[in-house]
């Protein structure tokens, strides 16, 4: 089946969300959703996620699924808010306990943040599969940028998150805590060994060199012909040693500390305190 793919970009994280609506019915999953994050003031709004909510509504369209496709180290998840407002199940890969171990401990979360992937509604793993109506989605773990990334292959498309860029931008970065070049690698066989013609969606566009606009839909084909970093056959050796000597020259995203905070319990802010405030924290030498 050929689902109806709707995206939203939001150009402040470079992010884009998609909708995935199952052709013969009203029901769909909104995949890899975006909160707005004022880093400055410390606050949110709800612009870019209304925007996905007023679509789904205005279609008349039935939400089954609220899709992570990783815990996003570049902007906070909206998955709470949208399932408060038109619901659905929230799913993640099953890996996030990884996750949460992790970074439980480098923001000193203590015993009251369970690390058990509860805050989720559905954990997925390798090999499960989901309906959204009539609609199949098979699951792939594609561990590498971090050790809980998905790819959600859903009827004739696959939603990568940030394991793949468009071919002109090539691939994701593995110098996050639990990530791995070599993982990535075999990662993205999986996803090239589905075929040629397999629509890929990928999590996010930054308009590479020479490219006037942004783009997030392109095929498996183009992928293995054109990809930048792992295209035309490049070795595992070449690849390995271009992305780690890559990674060990960028910064961290922007919104990594209160992205990881958040999305790690899967999109809700830490527990207020006795007045009701809530506070984000911010760990020092710790990344």
Known sequence: MTPIVKAFFDEATNTVSYVVQDPTGTACAIVDSVLDFDHASGRTSTNSADEIIAYVRDAGLTVEWILESHVHADHLSAAPYIQ??????IGIGKNITIVQDTFGKVFNEGTEFQRDGSQFDALFSEGDSFHIGQLRADVLHTPGHTPACLTFVIGDAAFVGDTL???????????FPGGSSETLFNS?????????????????????PGRDDYAWETTVGEQKALNVHIGAGRS???????????????????????????????????????????YLKLPVNKL
């Open 84 to 89: 408060e407002q038109v619901g659905g199940k």
């Open 165 to 175: 860029f468009m071919p002109d931008f090539g691939t994701a970065r593995c110098d």
């Open 188 to 208: 993205i066989q999986k996803i090239l060994s589905l075929p040629d013609s397999t629509r890929i969606f990928v999590g996010h566009d930054y308009k590479a």
């Open 236 to 278: 595992i050796e070449e690849f390995v040693e271009m992305r780690d000597s890559r990674d060990a020259t960028l910064g961290m995203p922007r919104l990594i500390l209160p992205s990881l905070q958040v999305n790690m319990r899967a999109g809700q802010m830490p527990p207020e305190d006795e007045q009701g405030n809530v």
